[in-house]
């Protein structure tokens, strides 16, 4: 890789990291990229997720306002993300990931959809500072496996299921779902650095740029005004669907 590669990763690595902590996107920037330094699909794809972990570090230390006074969540609901990113990541190497393609553009739907719903002051079922709810916990668990399995879109739906669920502002759960995306995705991603064909070249200066924008992320995101995080990532997720879906069913 030359000078030049990676440089132009490692600016990939911030766009791509700013998206990701403001509207959960990522990848929609940076695997095409790694796509066109000539990587293959599959490496592409692992090479992309080892990094991704950076993002969710740079997005913690940016959140650290956001986070404070989370941490009565983050032991129960980070320990269920993690477990959930383990099943996802042991799915796929036993079944064919045909199946989460032709789904996930309507879980992606239903839940960028859930997103433009206001928040009921009386109806959340997590109570500030808490993260002891069994359902809470369950839909954590079950997009952690989505991420840990395919991925694509992950954050918003971590996203909808908080903001479904708990009462605190958007951009406070947005901090808190970069970091519960994060554990998931850091799991999978040990997987595989040790089984998949990672590109450890392509890797440092695109997790670089990753550590950059996560770290910039926060800054943004706290600037945009009242129930704009939600409506953002609610269209960039009804895009995403639409995209998945011609090619999942065409």
């Known amino acids: 890789m030359t000078i030049t590669d990676a440089l132009g990763l490692v600016t990939v690595g911030v766009a791509a990291g700013l998206v990701s902590t403001v509207v959960s996107l990522a990848s929609i920037v940076s695997y095409p990229a790694l796509l066109a330094f000539g990587l293959s699909p599959l490496s592409a794809n692992v090479t992309n997720t080892v990094s991704l972990v950076f993002t969710a570090l740079g997005a913690a230390a940016g959140s650290r306002p956001e986070l404070a006074g989370q941490s009565g969540r983050l032991l129960p609901l980070g320990t269920m993300s993690m477990a959930g990113g383990v099943v996802g990541a042991a799915l796929l190497l036993v079944t064919p990931s045909r199946m989460f393609e032709m789904i996930a553009p309507c879980l992606i739907a239903a839940a960028s959809l859930l997103l433009f719903r206001p928040p009921r002051p009386d109806g959340a ?27 694509a879109a992950g954050g918003i739906l971590m ?13 406070r759960l947005n901090a808190f779902k970069n970091v519960l995306s994060g554990l998931a995705n850091a799991v999978a991603a040990i997987g595989f650095a040790v089984f998949g064909p990672v590109q450890w070249a392509a890797v440092l200066p695109l997790a670089a740029g990753f550590l950059v924008g996560g770290r910039l992320g926060p800054v943004l995101a706290r600037r945009l005004p ?25």
């Open 226 to 250: 009242g129930a704009s995080l939600r409506y953002a990532a609610a269209v960039c997720g009804l895009l995403v669907a639409a995209k998945l879906g011609l090619d999942a069913y065409r």
């Open 125 to 151: 079922a997590d109570a500030p500072g808490g993260g002891g709810n069994r359902l809470l916990r369950a839909g954590v668990f079950a997009v952690a496996a989505y991420v840990g399995y395919f991925g």
């Open 159 to 171: 996203f909808a299921v908080l903001a479904s669920m708990v009462r605190e502002a958007p951009v």
